[in-house]
């Protein structure tokens, strides 16, 4: 055989190892499996912030009481921007500073439906939840919602008590679930002679 062919024979044969090896190297090489893709995840649904504008307050404050140890105060309320259709009064007082406690509805609320009106004399609370009528509109404006009236507890120690309202007071407007209660203030009663350096209630408490 002539050395020119078997040379190419040779070289032919060296090709093919090479292919078959390059090959075998090809079907070694580890796939690389697809990076996987972060999930998104669905925009919270955002509740808008009720329209809270409303606001309480227990009038006059400072009150002192007269020589008869007998007083009453009032339960302002003002809307603003709100027109309100009812409202739930929680208040807090010390039975062991004042007594024969009654709350009454004011006439910010004409002809109100009174859902609910006692007083825990045990524990010192007041409760009264008041609405309007269904035939009427709602109300926006200032005016008197409640009136509570009290005796000093005779022989009492104390110079002087609060009437505080609690977390659960409220006012509701027609389509809005939550409260439009935005502030709340009570008020300090004086059961004698104010001394110098006694300080009236001007804590405001923001609803939940």
Known sequence: MPKRTL?????????????????????????????????????????????????????????TLPSNGKGSVQV????????????????????????????????FFQNPQVIWSTVDSKNGRISQAQVLQPSQSGIKGKGVVATITFSKVP?????????????????????????????????TIYLGIPSANTVPLTQTVPTQ
């Open 76 to 107: 302002l309320i003002d809307t603003n921007q709100n027109v309100v259709n009812g409202v739930q009064l929680e208040v807090s007082y010390d039975p062991k500073a004042i007594t024969n406690v009654i709350m009454t509805e004011g006439t």
């Open 7 to 63: 040379a190419l024979i040779v070289g032919l044969i060296l090709l093919t190892i090479i292919l078959l090896f390059a090959a075998t190297r090809i079907d070694q090489t580890p796939q690389q499996k697809p990076s996987p893709q972060p999930s998104v995840s669905p925009q919270p649904t955002l509740t808008p912030t009720p329209p809270a504008y409303t606001t309480l307050e227990i009038s006059p404050n400072p009150v």
């Open 155 to 187: 022989g009492t120690l104390m110079s002087q008590t609060q009437l505080q309202f609690l977390p659960k007071t409220k006012t509701s407007q027609s389509g809005i679930d939550a409260s439009v209660l935005k502030t709340s203030a009570g008020t």
